[in-house]
């Protein structure tokens, strides 16, 4: 079993917990921003179409988000 001492096993696991937090809390902020009414009446998660980095980099939070709420993601059309 590998040894460390308390206090490095709390920075070890803070940095992990961090990102997660950071990246969760960013997807928060585009889903309220960016989540309008579909035509069937469902909401929808859509990305800016100049930023398709943000839609790829936030997708597996959307397949998370559709599977939980149901609202589905999609890259918006020029």
């Not at 950071?22 to 990305?47: C, D, H, K, V, W």
């Amino acid at each position: 079993m590998l040894f460390l001492p308390a206090r490095i096993l709390k920075h070890v696991l803070a940095l992990p917990s961090g990102i997660v937090f950071l990246y969760l809390g960013a997807y928060l902020m585009l889903r309220f921003l960016f989540t309008e009414p579909s035509p069937n009446g469902q909401a929808q998660l859509i990305f800016p179409a100049d930023k398709p980095l943000l839609y790829h980099a936030f997708r597996p939070a959307t397949y998370a988000d559709n599977y939980l709420t149901g609202i589905e993601a999609s890259l918006a059309k020029n």
